[in-house]
Structure formats: C-alpha cells, structure tokens
C-alpha cells in the first residue's frame, strides 16, 4: 500500500468501519494457532505479534498456541539427534521429547512472550505443566505406536479464564503432563490439535489456524478456487473427493473437533499475507476457509 | 475517499497503525465536549456517536458533556419568551432555567443516549442532579448579574468513575444543583466550562472542545495560519496580541484551567471534520489547536 | 395532628411500633407509581419525598416510576400544538412525542431527582434510553393506532438491582426505545403499565398506584364503602359488575398483570392522603384497596 | 399514652418526622452500655431489645455491652461464696472470677442475644476471649490490689467491624484475657469502663450508659435540676464542686475518656424511661445528660 | 518417646511423610466432638488444644463441639439443685437448663476459647443462640418427657463456613434456641448429637467423637479385640449381638445419623491418647473404630 | 532413622512439636534458590520438591528460583558451542544465550514445574519474561564486558504476590528482559542474586540459598567449625580474614545485598542434607549458617 496517498481522515474512516466488527467480537475467545511462514518471516511475524496485542486491546480474549517443527528440526540435527518415521510421522523417542520440550518452552515460547511483551502486550509463557494446565494420553492412530505422541484429555479451562479476565494473553507450548502410565512424563502434543481442544474448552467464538496455504482449493492448481465457506456436513464429502489434500485432511479434522465441541466458527487462514488476522476478523470477506456448523 | 481503491490490507494496516495509540490512551481518562455542527449535521453527529462508541470499545474511559444553545433558542422562541441579554450573555430567569434544563436533560441528552445505545454503545444521561453529580454556586462574572447562570464547585468523580469502570459512556447535561442561598435550584452551567471541571475531577488525560472553527489562527484570515501547539505561559501574550479571538477567549480559559486543575493535554478541535476525535486520537498530527502546559 | 400533644415518649413508641414493618419489608422491592395531585400539591409532594427517603433508609429497595400528564398538557398548550384523540385516547404523533419526552425526561424526571437529593436521599432520574433500560413495541389495544405509543417488552433489571443494592432510588421516566421498525426512536408509555412491568421484572414485593381517589368503592357515591382487599379471581366480576369503574379499569388490570408477573402484592391508593405510603407500608390496616393473589 | 388516640395519618406523621434523626446516625456507630433497672423489669426489657433492633434496622451499627451485678451478686450467694471488699470495691478472687465469667458470659449474654433473636434481630454474643476482641492488664486504682480486675488495652475493631458491617449486633460481656503475669487468666472488667474503650477503638458518634437516674441534676433533690449539657472542660469544676455525686463520677469518667478517645458525643441516660434509646437518638431533646467536646 | 534420640533430620522425616495426609485433607471440614478425660486431664487438654490448631493452620477446617457433663453435675451440686432421672436420662428442668446453659457457654466454652486464643490460634465460642446457629425441637425419646432437652432441626451452615473461610475454629456449646410451643427457650442438646447434625450441615469430611474407650472392642475384656473398621450396614447386626455395648449405642447412633446426611467418615476414637487426632488424621493405621458407608 | 522404632503417638509428638515454627512462619514469604546436589541427586531431589509443597500446604509463601549450569554446560558441550571464560568467569555471547535461556526455561524449569504438579502441589514455571516479571541492565562487574549477563533492575512483586495468594508456587528461571540497548534482548542472571533481587521486592520473611557446603566454616577443613550465626556487620571481617572462602563470597554477598533490602534473615544451607528445608524452617537450631541484621 503506497500509504502516503492516505490522509488523516482517510484513516479515521477506515477505523471507525472497524467498529462492529469490534463490538461483534469483545468479550469473545479466539483462539489461534500460530505457525508456519508467520513464525518465522521477521516482517510477518511482527505483524502478528502486533495484531494479537490489538485484538486484546479491543476486549477480545485470545490465546495463542504455537508449534515450532522447524527449530526441532534444526536442534535435533545441531544434536546430531536421528529422528526415525512411523508412516510418515515422526516417532518421539525419550531423547527427542527432552529436545521438543526444552525447543518448545525454552526457546519458541520465550520468544513470542519477549515479542509481545517488548511491543507493550502482556502475555505469559505458558505449557501444559504450568498449573496442571492440561494432561495427555498417548495417542496412537490405528494402534501405532509413535512414543511419546499423546492427545489431550483435559485443559484447564478456569485457569486460561483467570488469566483472559485480567487482559493476559496465554502463549501455550503444545506439550503436556501425562497421565496413567505416563504420570510424570511430558507428552509431544500436536499444536493445531491442541489448540481445537482448547478451544473446545473455552467455547471460543473462534478457532484459527495460521498455515502456508490459502486455504482449500477446488483445484488445487487454481488460487481462484478458494472455497471460502465449508458446512460442517459437506466436510465428509470433500475430503472423500480429494479435494481437500492430504496435507489438509489434520487441520480439517482439527475444525470438525472444534466445531462438534461447541466453537462456533473454525478457519484455516493463510499466514504469508500481512495482518492476516485483522483481516479475518474486521472485514466482511475475512480470509482463507471457514469451516461452520450447519 | 475513495473506499474501494482500499484492499482488505490495506484497511488492515491501517488497523495496524493505530495499535500505540490504543496501547497509549487505554485506560487513560478523555473528556469531551460536544457541540455545535457536529451535534447538528446528522452525517457528522453519526460519525461523532460511533467514534465515541469507538474509544470506548478500545478501552479509553469518554465522557461526553453537551450543550444546546440552538435547541434551547428555538423552545424558547416556541414558547414566546423573550430573553434579554447583560453585556452579550443570556440573562437566565427563572422561567429560561426551566427551558433550559428540560431541554438539555430531556431533548438533547436523552437524543445523544439513544444514539449511543442505538449504535450498541452502553450511555447514561446525566445532569448534575442524578446522584448529586455537581454542585454549583451563583456565577457573576464582574459582580454582574446573570441570574440562575453557575459554576461548578463540586464534582462527585467517584460516581463517575464507577459508571467508567463498567465501560458506560456518561452523557452530561450542564445543569447543576444549586448551593447556600441557590439551595434546592437549578443552575445552568456553560457546557465548556463543566467539561473542564469534570475534567479536573477526573484527572483526565485529555479535554476535547469540539467548536466549529479550525483551531487558534494565527491570522484569522489564513487557514493555513493554524497554531498546532500552544504552551499553556503562551497563553497569555496570545490573548494580549488579539490572536485568541474574542469568542475563543472562554474556551481557551477553558482550557487553562484544566491544565491548571491536572489535565495532561487540551485541544480545541474542528467538529465540522468528519471523525475529529478519531483523527485527534489516533494519528500523530492530531487536529485543531493543542494548549498543553510547559 | 396537635403535635404538641405529643411527647417525646409518646414519639418513641410509635417508633418501636414500626419496628415489625420494617422488619416484614427491609430487603423487599417496592415499585412505586407516582403521579396526581401528590405530585402537584407543594406539601403532599414533599410528604412524599420524605416518606419515600424513609423506606429507603430502613431497607427497602423503592423505585419511583413517573407521569407527567399535566405538565405536559400546558406544555402542549404553550407551544400551541394540537392533540387529537382516538377513543377517548390521545394520539402520539411524532410532534407530541418530543414534548412528551422533554417534559418527562428534563422537567418532571429532574425536578423530583432535585427533591429527593434535596432532602438527603440518594436519586438517579432514569429514562427507558439510558442504559437501555427498557425497550418497547407499539401498542395498538384492538388494532387501533395511536401513534407512538408503546408497551414495554424488556426491562433491564440488572441495572436496577444494581442501583438498589446501593440504596440508590431509580426515579423512572416512562419513555422507551422502540424496537424493530421502531428502532432508535422513543415510545410513549403508560407510566402504571411501566410501574407494573418493572414489578414484574423485579420481582417486587409491592406494587403501589397513587391516585387521587379513595381506592376502590362498592358504591361510587358511598365513602364508606371502601374494599379494601379484592382477591385476583374476584377482579373479573367486580369489572363486569361495574363495580370497578370506567377510570379504574386500567390501573385495575395493571395490577392483575403485576399479580401475574409474580408480584406479591399490588395497591391502589389515595395519594391525596398524607404520607400516605407509610400508612400502607408501616400501620396494619394499611390504605386504599389491596388486589392479592388467591 | 392513650394510643387508641392516635390515627394511622397521625402515626405516620410521627414517623416521617423520625427521617432527619436516621439520615444523621445511618452508617455511624452508638455503643450502649446496658444495665440497671432497663435489665431486670421485663417491660423495659423487651423496649430496650426493640429498640436496639429498630437502631440496627436503620443502618445504624450498634454495639450493646453488659453488666450482670445483680446476677452475679445472686449466684455468689447461692454458692455461699463471700465477697470481701477493699475501699468499697469488690474484691475479685479466682473464686468470684470464675462466677462473673459464667454468669456474665453463660447467662446474661446469652439471655439478650435470645431475645435479640427471638425479636427478629441478629445478635452473637461475644466475650473478650472470642477472637481475641480484647486484652487487658490488672487495673490497681491506686496501688490497691482488688484482684482480678482489669482494664482494657486493646479491642479489636476490625472484628467489630466485619460483624457491623453484616448488620449484626455484638453482645459483648466485659470479661477479658489478661496479657503479661496474667496470660490465659479471664480479667473482670467494669462494663461502663469496657464500653467507653470499645466506643474508642470503633471511633463512635455516641456512647449510652444506661442508668437508673436522670441524669446529672445540679440539685440532686430537684429532678427538675437536669443538666442536659455538660462540656469537657466543665466537668472538672463539676466533680470539685460536688456536683457530680460520688457514684456518678467513674461513669462521667467514662465519658470523658470516650471523648478523649475521639468519641463524638456522650450520653447518660435514664434507663427507667420506656424507649429511652430511642428518644435520645430520635428527638431533639434526647434524654439525660449529654457530655461532648469543647 | 525419649525425644532426644530424634535428630533434626528425623523430625523433617516424620514431618515430610505427614504431606499426604496434610494433602488429603486441606480444605475438607472435620468435626469433633470434644469431652470425656481428654478435657479434664491438663495435659491431655493441652495437646487437644495444639492438636486443633494445628489441623486448622494446614488448612483443615475444623469444629469443635463441646459437652461439659462433670462441670454441669458439679455446680448443680454445689447450688444444692436435685437432678432427678428418668429412664436413666437426667430431667431438664427449667433450673436445671439455666444451669446447664450457664455452665456450657460461660464456663467451658470460654475455658476452651482461652485455651486456643492462648496457644495462638483463633476460635469463636458460640452456642445455638448466637446469629441464630442453631435451633431445635423438643426430645421425646419414645414419648418420654425429659423436659427442656432438645434435638436440633436446623443448622445455619453458611454461618459456619464463613468463619471457616476465615480460619477461625467455631468452639460451640450443644445449647438451642427452641421453636414452636419452646420458642424463647434454651434447650438442652446432646453433644455427640450436636456434632453429627454440624457434621451433616457442613457435608463434613470426618466426624470424630472422643471418648474414653479404646473404641469398639468385639470383647469387651479384651483391649486386643479392637474393630478398626465397620461397615454401616454392619452397624445393625453387631448392635443386636451386644457388641456394640449399651454406653456405646448413642455414639454409634451419631455416626450412622451422620453417615446417612452426608459425611463421609466418623470415628470414635480413644481420647486418652495423647495427640489422638494426629494420629487419627495424619497416619495410615489410624485409631479407634472407624464407621464408614458401604 | 530406623522408621521402624517410631510409634504412631511419637509421630504425632513430632508433628504437635512443629506447631509453633508452623505458626511463626504462617502467611510469611521465603523464597529458596534450589541448585547444586539437591537438583541432581533423585533422592534429594524428591525431598526438596515434597519440602516445598509441605510449606506451602501449612501457608508459607514459597518461591523457588533455580539455576542449571551442569545443564547449560552439557548442552553447550552436545551443541559444540564452545564458551570463553573472562576473569574465570563465562562469557554469554548472544550463541550461549540462546542455549542459556532454552535450557532453563524449557528444561530445568519444566523439570520442576512438573514434580511439583505431580506430588499434588500447584506450580507455575516463570521467567523473567513471561508478565514481564523481571527486567535488568548489562552487568559489567569492574567494567568487565560479559556479554549478555545481567542483574536485575526490576521485580514485579505484585505479580507475585498474586500468585502467592492462591497457594501457586512460582517456579521462576533466572533469565530477564533487557532493557535500554539491550530491550528485547534476554539477559542471563545468576541465580542466587536473582533469589536476592525477588527477595527483596517480596520482603521476605527468610532468603535461603542451598549450596553444596555445610555453611561457612570458621577452619575449612574442621566440618565442626561451622559458623551458625553470623552479624550483618561481620560479614566484611570475615571476608577480609579469608574465612569466607572465595566461592563463598557471591553467596554471602547476596545475603548481605537481600539484608539491606529489607529481608529478614538470610541462610546458606547444606543441599545435600535431605530436608534440610524443613530443618532448617521447623527446628530449634535450623542447620548452615545464618546471616542476620545486626
């Protein structure tokens, strides 16, 4: 945007435009998962840190929930650390979680709550051992064992809302305390997933995902084939069609989990556009797929 | 403008832009008074209401004190009753007051309140009789009798301040209890003058005087002569220079004894530009005349 | 009364007689329709204030919900505007409704909001626009339009509580917001409907109409014939005797619907009559004609 | 008073007149020191527990502590225990101790929050050890051992204040823990000397000690002689003069203790009046003597 | 124990391994019934006394009710009055009660209150009538006339819990306030009754009584034959063998009463062993009989 | 100890032994620097973890600061980052910090956070940015540039206090936000002076720094000579006498630092007694060396 053609009142205008949008969404939850591009391009992720603070500014309640596969990665090698699959999915052996744990709480954690709180936010740096926050089992797909993977049983819901009652912005690691077997033992928590879970338990207005994608296309080669809105009852029939991608078909689930407990709308927003955030949620169009109960 | 040259990121970093000043006035105190065009061209008055709302929504505690000169000039017109005037000010009789005060508590504020709440806003309208909200005695300026006219002695900013911490938007008529020999009579107090005190009961941030002039001219004849900053000991020399003009001169006074009484900052702004307070608030340049202290 | 015939000791032990009154009512609603020539009469008006004050102080949660038909009549008059009747019924055009509201909001409202914090107590005057304290629908009794007015369908009683619990009394204007295609503009209410309705949403102990008769008579032109208690089911045959006159019929049905709402008990009683409301409140055989629940 | 004399309008005239009287003493504190004649006729029983609950009713946070001499006298001598007395003192053995705490604590106290209760009242019944409410040292007039005696060196008002804040009324016995040499040992407190230290610590507009005189009359054999007023800096003269009778003067003491302490008014009041609470606290004249600052 | 063999870091041992018991029962209210050796005994009386507060200062809300049978029958003796007994129960006579409450809640109570505000803790004594604790019904055990004994219909359990929430240990004398035909009369109350019926108000933890028996023994000879543990619906069989002894029916009869309303554990439980509750409440084994649902 | 030897009773003496220390400490703050043997040992660290929830459960506000090196170092060794020493000293180059911070926050401190939850306590892991619960500036001890090392400037004590309040033990990493230059930026603090700084804004009742030591030793190699209590103005002889070693000398210069703002008292404790915390909190003698204001 050549900003300079804006006057002052130009300006003025288009935020007073934003007010039912605020109004719409003050006092609401919105959880979103950040990840992807938006983590790791300095520009985008400055926009992000900024529109999350502006969010709370207004009076929504966000909590955001981040993931950070890259900066495993990179430890796990930089460890010399071998990481083996199971049908395409990454096995968390004992050695690995200590590596997911410490990159997730000690590293991408800290640095989102040092960026929010530098840009004059409040957040708290937050995993699912902090207050018995949430608590796991293992979860295996089809019986699969994938070590130390698990999906969460509970989230402690009164604590999140404690912290969104004083304007706090909950910055969560996806990993949790084990349960029954695994008492006293971290579990690997996939990010989206937890984030629909807590999202569940909050009965947030929203559920976002933040991914590199546009969202899902009819054709997958045609950016013009955006599909912008998904009933809850077509979501069967388009993952049977192929059209949404494989790639897809987890952060799909991850809405259909949301949106069967109770969140009113889920969607899967692109993360490389600017301010994609502030898009969604204070303009008519919004972006990328929502995902909606019928 | 032009809306539709502006893309959803557009409007989206324009949303962007205006984060430090949120983060700056949040929870800060603005008082404004209301009056003039802005209260009479409807497209305006729906602009000033939804700014209001605005400010509200993100967090900053408004006050709004309104007059109504024209309404009660035509009621009394309406009703045949004459007024005469001491030295170019309105005597207020017994028989004025009582348009006066149902005016301006009955047309005006009870007008600006459904606006607010109209447009989703939550207001209540007040005079200084509500609760005891002010306290005035006899003002005579020189010694010359202007009748049932006041100033404010007493402001209950604790009342206030209760409404402010539950993001109601008071809407203040004028009109105060009289004290002593006034006992048990209403008083009319000039709308300038009680957002200044209120003002200084509350320890705002900022008094807005919406007028219907540019700001302080240093030529009156040149609009581009606008003094975008004056140091409250500039004050004085201004007036002596006949730079402040005659009809400014009250609310320039306004304005020095707001600074005077603890306000940070006082402005005299433009009502007739669409969304004034927005610009004002939210953009570096502001607009109108700011009298700060040194 | 002589007073003087009366001793301190004789005092003290009218006092310690209201103590099972008090204690019957302390914490109780009382709803309060204020209106005729208690409100014109200078010395029953303040027996009424007083009196009004003293429930409040020993506990008694009081609103005072207003009329103002002769106010308003002369200020028809005075601006020359013509009314017409429909039915016996006058017409609220938009015209009359804006002197209904002035008159209600600025004069009438204010000028016992005055009187109360005159003598001490504690008064917020209130409109149906404030705080969106009530919202109305048109009424049309048998398809017949009467312009604008209205009947209440919500009452916000949260606000109200709000004020009682701080022993603050609600004095109510009986003018609401419209909904639908009346949105944002204001309707005219019967102000012993509005009484009734916001009996009804708080649940009041009493509802109590001051009017300028006895209470209801079996024989119109017999003083002695008073009725002091009528059960619900009796109303029916009492109106179709003819017993409950033409006049009273409204104010009758308005205490059958507070009945209905959940209200305990429900008063007619002669305001000409002073202090009155401690005579209902604080003596056994109370005042006027009592309509209770079978 | 021949009540049947009195209308329902005539009655309510009584009270309305009482409004001015509550409006000054809601929300302030009157400690009564209840004893005497007023204790034991059954008549004036029952007034004094109407009258403290009616107190209460109006907002008005009243402390009532007791003396039980007679009871205590009467106990003793059932157990065919001896007194032995020292300059006119009674002399308090452990013995005699262990009678005043029972009955002061066992029976007095618990006979007035009975009736307290049983009249619709809320009252607890407190003693000095209850919550550690006071600690007192041996009180030694002059040397003199009149064993276990004391006096009071602390209360603690926040208890006091929590209770009065629920408008619940303290019964408090004027025993005490001893602190020192006399840790874990109940101390006997004069009640006139226990309520003056309690009217200190609560800060209290008025302190009542019940009596069974008049007041302080200048002639003692002229029951028209009452003085109604008495200064601080008179009462010296007063005693020197003689005037202030022997018996009368620990009470006076009290008094000026109180004041001393930051009590604003003192009050000896005849306890043989019916009422006498209330036509000290709701007449102009009041009752008895009044002693208050200079 | 010849304490000097214990090292310090014996005494943290011990400590460190009461944790889960500490764990166990923070926050959960326990009741006890306090009587029998353990009040008369100063040493026993003493650990009681530090025992409860130590309960109280790990979080534990505690109860204590007391009986006071020897102090009773002792000052009847010493005031020459004559018990005479019925079915082996003692008749309450009016002279009698006074006695009973005048012992109860001037002597004991206080003795006990003393006692904890002494060792640094905080207690409250109280009796039924104060704040209107608790209120009873004559006591007709198969129609015979005990006089002025009682058993009790209500407890006011808000009362309780918000001096619990305060940390404060209620200290309550089994005396009620009576109703109906006993309105205005104290009544006598058993204490173990007393307790069970605290222990159902408050949904307790644990009841415990304290006796001076080991607890039930299935031979009464034989200290070995200890029951540590019996069912509820045991209670029945082992009552009708003769098991349960005919001293020990009532105490049994508690429990079961307050295992019916709600509590969870009861416990009779040998009072002559130094720091019993300790060892009741903070070791595995535990002491006395236990009684427990099914 | 042979547990074996210890009845039931000679625990419960034990237990009843702990009551005055309980009391003294009740609703006190102490905040423990845990590190060194007690944080390898699995025995050791058991007790620590369960010491800690113990004093909390009886009411003591605990912190727990921690710090890692063995950690750091073994993972700057498996990251071959090699570190430069200055004046024997590590220098933090931003490569260091990044390990520093990720090892603390999201190892050690999880590491604790979940012991903690897993015992039954309730434990919140915190660093310095999370709330922006610290901020410091570079340190640069005699202007010795050591890269990204800082010292605390800033503690927000009521975020703490907060936490404190609901019976959450903060378990806080040793890593600030930078301020100045160096805003955004974390910084790396020792931790026993992290420990110091928190204490201080706390005012800590007691600082307790665990070591690997006795305490301070008058003959280093006489384990009899320990010094148990040392004055504030000693402290400086003692150093300058050589007997405060020179590893000793940052510990004892923390204590000193804490004195002077206002804590209590200060400990060196020895880490590798089990309990030593409790020890130390619970009996007579407590265990290491204490330093107090003189």
Redesign the interface.
């Known amino acids: 945007?050549k900003?300079t053609i804006?006057?002052?009142?130009?300006?003025?205008?288009?935020?007073?435009?934003?007010?039912?949008y605020?109004?719409r969404f003050?006092g609401k939850t919105v959880v979103i998962k950040y990840g992807g591009n938006a983590m790791i391009n300095e520009e985008l992720k400055t926009?992000v840190i900024?529109?999350t603070?502006?969010l709370s500014?207004?009076?929504i309640r966000v909590v955001l929930v981040h993931g950070g596969g890259p900066e495993i990665e990179g430890m796990l090698r930089?460890?010399g650390k071998e990481s083996h699959f199971v049908r395409g999915l990454r096995y968390t052996s004992e050695d690995v979680m200590?590596v997911v744990?410490?990159?997730?709480?000690?590293?991408v954690?800290?640095d989102i709550?040092?960026?929010i709180?530098?840009a004059?936010g409040?957040?708290?740096?937050l995993?699912g051992?902090?207050?018995?926050l949430f608590r796991a089992r293992r979860f295996r797909p089809d019986g699969e064992d994938l070590g130390l993977v698990g999906e969460i049983e509970f989230v402690d819901a009164d604590f999140l809302n404690t912290l969104l009652d004083s304007a706090?912005i909950p910055v969560i690691s996806s990993?949790a305390?084990g349960t029954g077997e695994d008492?006293?033992r971290?579990l690997n928590i996939n990010a989206d997933s937890a984030a629909a879970r807590i999202a569940c338990a909050l009965k947030a207005e929203k559920l976002i995902l933040m991914t590199d994608v546009q969202g899902i296309l009819r054709d997958i080669k045609d950016p013009d084939s955006l599909i912008k809105v998904i009933n809850r009852s077509e979501v069967g029939g388009l993952e049977k069609d192929g059209i949404v991608s494989r790639g897809m078909i987890p952060k799909v689930d991850c809405c259909t989990l949301a949106l069967d407990g109770g969140v009113v709308r889920t969607h899967i927003i692109d993360g490389r556009?600017?301010?994609?955030l502030?898009?969604e949620l204070?303009?008519d169009?919004g972006?990328g797929t929502m995902i909606v109960k019928d």
């Not at 744990?101 to 590293?107: D, E, F, N, P």
């Not at 409040?122 to 740096?125: I, K, Q, T, V």
């Open positions: 945007m900003e804006l006057s002052n009142t130009d300006r003025a205008e288009v935020l007073a435009h934003a007010l039912p605020i109004q003050q926009a900024r529109d603070i502006l500014c207004v009076g930089a460890l200590e744990q410490m990159v997730l709480c000690g590293k954690n800290k709550t040092t960026l709180q530098q004059g409040r957040a708290l740096g995993s051992m902090d207050g018995g706090v990993v305390l008492a006293g971290s556009v600017p301010h994609a502030l898009v204070f303009t169009e972006i």
